[in-house]
């Protein structure tokens, strides 16, 4: 009975010390996500810095207007203004603009900017319809693809452009080859225009 007594004892002081353990540790992690939580200040200390810094990285995503490659005058008083064709690195060209409407009215969007492809339908609004034509390779680019066959261009925009205001796009393509620092824009209700590539 004693030598039983004995073995309860020692299995009930292992499982003291594994439950003293275990909350120890769970206090330890508690301290570490307090620290954390007071490292996450400074984070979110650091968001306001971020947040100051937006306007810079709204600079980079909306276009720099300070710039115009060609304006293109479409149906309805939309004007489509491309203000960058930049080659990235990895190969591809971005393009960015505004469409903006210079009518007395507001304008809706037409459906044909999304083009006409039933697999990038799911998207919704898009310029999926926007291509590239490379005159001097033959050859013509298509707005690029994602792994879901999202079109790489902005999308789900409103309906319609008020009266005076303008809709900010971009669109990415495979870059044409370093050769040809010229390409023709083609968009449905535009005229094509030849922009020049940076």
Same mark, same amino acid.
């Given at each position: 009975m004693s030598t039983r007594y004995v073995r309860n004892m020692?299995?009930? =002081?292992a499982a003291a010390l594994m439950v003293a353990t275990? +909350? /120890?540790? /769970?206090s330890a992690c508690g301290g570490d996500d307090g620290e954390g939580a007071t490292g996450k200040a400074p984070s979110s200390s650091s968001a306001p810095s971020k947040a100051e810094k $937006?306007?810079?990285?709204? $600079? %980079?995503?909306?276009?720099? +207007?300070s710039k115009v490659l060609v304006t293109v005058k =479409? %149906?309805? $008083? !939309?004007? #489509?203004v491309v203000h960058v064709a930049k080659r990235d690195e990895g190969g591809f060209l971005t393009l960015t603009g505004e469409f903006k409407n210079t009518s007395g009215s507001r304008v809706v969007t037409p459906v044909q900017w999304s083009g006409t492809e039933e697999a990038v339908a799911r998207t919704g609004a898009s310029l999926?319809? #926007?291509t590239l034509v490379d005159s001097q390779a033959k050859k013509r680019y298509y707005v /690029?693809?994602?792994?879901?066959?999202?079109?790489l261009t902005t999308t789900s925009y409103d309906s319609g452009i008020d009266a005076g205001k303008s809709l900010p796009f971009f669109a990415q393509f495979p870059a044409p080859p370093q050769t040809s620092t010229k390409?023709? !824009?083609?968009f449905p209700g535009f005229t094509t225009a030849t922009i020049e590539i940076s």
């Open positions: 020692r299995r009930t =002081g275990l +909350t /120890l540790s /769970l $937006g306007p810079q990285d709204d $600079g %980079e995503t909306l276009p720099d +207007t =479409g %149906e309805k $008083g !939309i004007d #489509m999926a319809a #926007m /690029l693809r994602d792994t879901d066959n999202r079109p390409v023709d !824009i083609q």
